[in-house]
């Protein structure tokens, strides 16, 4: 018994002194080009994305930097894993020439039989580099709607305001629309009587929307102030008007449900009644 733990290391000793070295390097050259992607990657990307993007916000800014750097990292790693592998192999007597060419083989195999892999993988390249959407983006992909939690080469991450989280291969989405760009427009509708005076009504939207811009709380929020747009239907309970402003992308779910209360509120307090009374 201790023959055989003296001869087996003996025999590690000897492989140590013959391929220690091979391997160990390998490996921390590995690491040292994975540590190096993951802290250069965003550094480098970001001053391109900066030109790319001038009348961006920072925080889109980020969400682009993020995803790019996401998808080059974790395809920089995948590919420093399979050349340490392939360096490493040999040095444990393993010939990879037989596993090169069982590659070769499952590659024209998958090339064959995987064109949705391949659709997926180009879809994917052209919503980066058109930059359709970004990590923290609300989007529409698919029929799905929610906040973009990933994006890889091959599919997109969408948590929906349920919690769930949808998994949307590239390849299937032919459309894709992005509630968080630039700016978004806040429509509201707000019911009232038939017999109620427009010019009350309109005076009311103008005057609430003016002061919502102006509020502290919400004024970052707003680019252009909410006013009265136009009476948008007409039936037998009464009429609909529509108020619209401009706010910040992403904001125009909070600034709609706030501007909706008060409208309501502020056409109570001047008489003005909805079809319900």
């Known amino acids: 018994m201790t023959a055989l733990a003296a001869l087996t290391r003996d025999d590690f000793g000897d492989w140590m002194r013959d391929h220690g070295a091979p391997v160990i390097g390998t490996l921390v050259v ?3 080009a994975a540590w190096a992607l993951r802290t250069i990657v965003p550094h480098a990307l970001r001053p391109a994305v900066e030109r790319q993007m001038p ?7 980020r969400r682009r930097v993020d995803t ?39 590659g024209i195999a998958i090339g064959l039989g995987a064109q949705s892999l391949v659709r997926d993988t ?8 058109e930059n359709q959407y970004a990590r923290g983006d609300i989007v529409t992909i698919a029929g799905v709607t929610g906040t973009v ?6 599919r997109t991450l969408v948590r929906d305001i ?3 989280v949808h998994s949307v291969p590239n390849g299937a989405i032919v459309v894709s629309s992005n509630f968080t760009r630039d700016y978004a427009r806040v429509r509201v509708s707000v019911p009232v009587a038939a017999a109620s005076d427009l010019s009350t009504v309109r005076r009311v939207a103008d005057e609430v929307g003016a002061a ?6 919400y004024r970052e929020q707003i680019v ?3 006013r009265f747009l136009r009476v948008d239907g007409v039936d037998m309970n009464g009429m609909s008007i529509q108020v619209n402003g401009t706010v910040r992308p992403g904001a125009q779910w909070e600034i709609g449900g706030v501007l909706r209360a008060r409208l309501l509120e502020a056409l109570r307090a001047n008489g003005v009644k909805t079809p319900w009374g």
Do not use: C, H, Q, Y
């Open 224 to 226: 252009a102030a909410p």
């Open 68 to 106: 790019l750097s996401g998808v080059i990292v974790n395809t920089g790693n995948f590919i420093l894993l399979a050349l340490a592998a392939l360096t490493v192999l040999p040095e444990f007597g393993i010939d990879i020439r037989p596993v090169l060419a069982g590659v070769s083989i499952t």
């Open 149 to 154: 939690e990933d994006v890889t080469l091959r």
């Open 30 to 32: 590995m690491l040292i």
């Open 212 to 217: 919502l811009a102006e509020d502290p709380e």
């Open 122 to 129: 180009l879809n994917g390249l052209f919503i980066l580099t």
């Open 55 to 61: 009348d961006r916000t920072e925080a889109e800014i």
């Open 162 to 164: 349920d919690g769930v």
